[in-house]
């Protein structure tokens, strides 16, 4: 429930971030930083798929996995660490984002699967995969306004239409549970 009400809360915010990075950039950091946006995306996908799989560091530290939580989180540094020695001399800053991304990835795939073996626990229960996949479809139509349309006001009342059908599909297809709600 809790990874479920995570995503539904930090959603509309990722998507806002992850299509209109200059813009975030250059709002809260002033125009010499709007270059940044493209590192900004990948960085917001790391943390991103980090908040859709939840709390599994904190889980298996709970269940004293403290040794596995060692060997994920070595796994995850020295792969950040390799793809950052190969792609920052050909990408610069960008390689490094990508190396980070991937490092933090690994991390959580590594927790979430050995949660899934040691417990049998997992996000994914269906109406959580329906939310994601909606979620995903979403944000594919925010991407193809925001590559065909021009005008700001526009893509912005679309982004807010969007974000409406959104919430309104979720309460229609039924993801949000009584004990949501409670």
Not at 52 to 78: E, R, W, Y
Request: aromatic letters at 16%; a positive charge.
């Amino acid at each position: 429930i809790m990874t479920k009400w995570v995503y539904l809360a930090s959603f509309p915010l990722f998507l806002l971030f992850f299509l209109y990075p200059v813009s975030i950039l250059s709002f809260f950091y002033g125009p010499a930083y709007s270059t940044g946006g493209q590192i900004f995306r990948v960085i917001l996908i790391a943390i991103f798929f980090d908040l859709v799989l939840g709390p599994n560091a904190l889980t298996l530290a709970a269940m004293q996995h403290t040794k596995f939580l060692l060997f994920s989180s070595s796994i995850g540094a020295s792969s950040a660490v390799l793809l950052t020695y190969l792609l920052t001399p050909k990408l610069g800053i960008l390689g490094a984002a990508i190396a980070f991304t991937t490092g933090i990835i690994s991390i959580n795939f590594l927790n979430a699967t050995k949660l899934f073996f040691v417990r049998k626990m997992h996000p994914f229960e269906k109406k959580y995969l329906k939310i994601l996949a909606i979620s995903l479809g979403l944000t594919l139509l925010l991407l193809l306004v925001e590559f065909f349309i021009e005008i700001t006001y526009i893509k912005i009342v679309s982004m807010i239409v969007l974000c409406l059908i959104f919430l309104i599909t979720l309460f229609k297809i039924d993801v949000i549970d009584k004990e949501d709600i409670m």
